[in-house]
Every structure is written in C-alpha cells, then in structure tokens.
C-alpha cells in the first residue's frame, strides 16, 4: 500500500496503518541519521531520536501537498537530529561569557534610559570595562537559537514559519550535489536494479507493487533493494563524513 493511501487512513484513526507508514519510513531516517556519523552518538540512539521527526512528518502532514512525503518528512527528520543535538550540549557556552552577557545587557539598559537610544560598542565598552572583542562575542553566544519551525507570522489562522521565509538558495549547493551524487550511483546500477529504485523510491511503490512490476517475487525484490541500498550507501558514506 502506498504512503499516501496509509497515512489517509491513519487520520481516520487506524492505529496499525500509522504504525506501517512509520515503520516502511525508518530506512528514511536511518539515511539521514548516517550525515551525522562520527560525532559520539549511538547510531540506534539517533535512530530514535530520527523517529520522533518522522512521527511528526506522519502526523502533521498536509495531503493537499503536491510533493512526496519524504521531501515533507526530510527537514523535520533532520532538525529533530540537530536539536538533540544543540540541546544535549553539543555547543556550550562558558560561564565567563555568560556573565559578561549579563553585564552588558544590565549596562545595555542602563544606558539606554540614559541616552535615549541604544548604546554603541564603545559606550558599553567603557560601561563595563570589557574590550569590544570580548563583548561582541559574549553576544553572539547569547543569542537564542530559533526552531526552524517556530512561528514568524499568524493571521486569521495562517500560520508562516521560519522555515519557510528562508531562501531555498541557502542549501542549493547542496542539493545540486546531491543529485549529481545520485545520479552517479543510478547510472552505475543494472537496467532492472535502477527500475526498482525508481519505482520504490521516486513513484512511491511497495514491494509487493515492485514485484509484480518486475516479475519477481517480494522476497526477491525485498533482497535485490537491500543490496543495492548497502551498496550505494558505502560509495556515498565518505561524503557526509
């Protein structure tokens, strides 16, 4: 059964087709969860943390959509990755510098009262001893990380989020390089491996449909498609490394 068709029938309440969507999507999530291979966490603890997103994806996906629902799923998957990440203290802050934000934000106020307007680097300087240097840096580690889907602007219930007033060229780059990537290790597969792919993958096919697309058994096509994924994800590990 198709993706669509399950997640359809997961909104009228069907417990078993949610948790089929959810399961035939892990290899998704696995997929992303290998970017970030190397950086100290368990791959399986990831895998959950991965699973959260696609939970999400599954849940608040819009069917009036015009695209896959692995396109949807992708950005909430992965920010899931990185705000476990941030939260569990990827990054930290020091405490010097956290004391001087204080200082600066007391005399920041302070100063403004006093002047009407906001102080520059060289008044806040002399307010609180510290070297422009050191006060812009204790700014920068104290800006709030924003959620990508927090919400910028709300009207009549139309909601915008950060995510989306972000420019697509931001990660245009990327997305060039990796279609390059997969185009590469498409060509390089066998008529009917890239068959298979595309209907699994690109057409959103089951098994069971591939199989009886290519004249083969589910059991064959269930081996031929690990093959091939195990394959490609060796060729293309290096690059998220």
Known sequence: ?????????????????????????????????????????????LGQIGAIGLIKAVDNFDLSYDVKFSTYAVPLITGELKRFMRDDGMVKVSRSLKENGWKIKRAAEKLACELGREATLEELSAATELGTEEIVMALEAGNEVESLHKTVYQKEGSEISLMERIPAETDESEKVLNKLLLE?????????????????????????QVAEALSMSQVQVSRLEKRILLSMRAKCTPVYE
């Open 184 to 208: 590469q290790l498409l060509d390089e597969l066998t008529e009917k491996e890239r068959e298979l792919i595309e209907l699994r993958y690109f057409k959103d096919k089951t098994q069971a």
């Open 1 to 45: 059964m198709e993706t669509i068709e399950l997640i359809k029938q997961s909104r009228a309440g069907d417990k078993l087709a949610r948790e089929q969507v959810i399961k035939e999507n892990m290899a998704l999530v696995y997929s992303i969860v290998r970017r970030f291979s190397g950086r100290g966490y368990d791959p399986e603890d």
